[in-house]
C-alpha cells in the first residue's frame, strides 16, 4: 500500500506528544523527548484515506531526529515502540488513526558526514576530567542527566576533600579551602590582585556549583527536578574545568 498523502498538523502533533513525553517525567521519557524537540515529522497515509471504504485508518509517522542528536538507541524497537504506544493514546482520542512510527536521521544544511555525527557524542566526552568520565560515563550511556550531574558533583566534592584534606563540606568547604585570602589549593601564588581575582572566581564558580546542582540533586527527587542533556552537558564541562585548575595548582 502506497502511503502518500501527508497529512496536516503533523508539527503541532510532535509538540503534543513531546508534552505528554516531559509529563512522565521517567528519564527514559526525557530523553526520548529530547531527541524530539529539535526533529521534525511527517504523518502519511493510503491515498484512500478518506473514501469510506478503508475502516482501518493506520498512518505512518516518520520522524525526522537532528543528526547531531544521533544515538543508537534511536534505531532501537524499545525506542519505536514507546513512541508509538503514546502517539496512538494521543492521536485516537481525536481521530480513530492507527499510527506506526519509523525513524531517520537528518542531515542539516552543511551535509555533515554521518560518520562524523556519530562521532560527536564521543568528541564531546572527550572533553570531560577522566574523573567525570570514569564515574559518570554508565550514566550518560543511560541518558539518565539527572544521576550523571549528582554523581559529578559529589566527585568533585570529595576530590577537594582530598586535595585540601579537609573534614568540611559543601559550601563550607569551598568557602575554606579556595579562600584568596589564605588559599589551602592554591589555584594561583595570588601574589598580584589580578592572580587573587582569578583565585576568588575559582572559588566563586565552584560554591556555584554546590548550590545550584549538588544540593537539588542530592535532596530533590528525580521527577521534580528536570535536567536536560544539554544543561548536563554544560555542567560536566564546568566540573572538568574545575577538575582541571585543581590538577594544575601551585
Known amino acids: ?10 508539527s503541532s502533533f510532535l509538540r503534543a506528544l513531546i508534552k505528554v513525553l516531559q509529563k512522565y517525567r521517567h528519564p527514559f521519557d526525557k530523553s526520548i523527548a529530547d531527541t524530539l524537540v529539535d526533529a521534525t515529522c511527517k504523518l502519511r497515509a493510503p491515498s484512500n484515506f478518506f473514501d469510506g471504504k478503508w475502516a482501518q485508518r493506520d498512518c505512518i509517522m516518520t520522524i525526522f531526529i537532528p543528526v547531531a542528536m544521533y544515538d543508537d538507541y534511536l534505531e532501537s524497537d524499545l525506542y519505536k515502540n514507546r513512541i508509538e504506544e503514546l502517539a496512538n ?8 488513526y492507527k499510527i506506526t512510527v519509523e525513524t531517520t536521521i537528518k542531515q542539516p544544511v552543511d551535509d555533515m558526514p554521518y560518520e562524523k555525527a556519530q562521532q560527536s557524542s564521543s568528541t564531546q566526552m572527550q572533553r ?8 559518570c560515563t554508565c550514566f550518560l550511556e543511560q541518558n539518565d542527566y539527572f544521576h550523571a550531574v549528582n554523581e559529578a ?3 568533585f566534592i570529595k576530590h577537594v576533600q582530598e586535595v585540601s584534606q579537609s573534614g568540611s563540606d559543601g559550601y563550607k568547604l569551598i568557602m575554606q579551602v579556595f579562600d584568596e585570602n589564605n588559599p589551602v589549593i592554591k589555584i594561583t601564588d595570588c601574589s598580584t590582585e589580578s592572580l587573587k ?4 572566581g575559582i572559588k566563586e564558580i565552584s560554591s556555584g556549583v554546590v548550590s545550584a546542582f549538588r544540593n537539588p540533586t542530592a535532596h530533590e527527587p528525580v521527577q521534580s527536578w528536570e535536567i536536560s542533556r544539554e544543561d548536563c552537558n554544560d555542567i560536566l564541562c564546568t566540573l572538568s574545568f574545575l577538575l582541571r585548575k585543581i590538577d594544575e595548582r601551585q
Do not use: F, V, W
Not at 197 to 200: N, T, V
Open 1 to 10: 500500500m502506497e502511503y502518500n498523502y501527508e497529512l496536516p498538523d503533523a
Open 89 to 96: 493514546q494521543i492521536i485516537t482520542q481525536s481521530s480513530g
Open 128 to 135: 570531560y576530567h577522566d574523573l567525570i568520565l570514569k564515574n
Open 153 to 155: 558533583t559529589k566527585i
Open 197 to 200: 581575582s582569578y583565585q576568588r
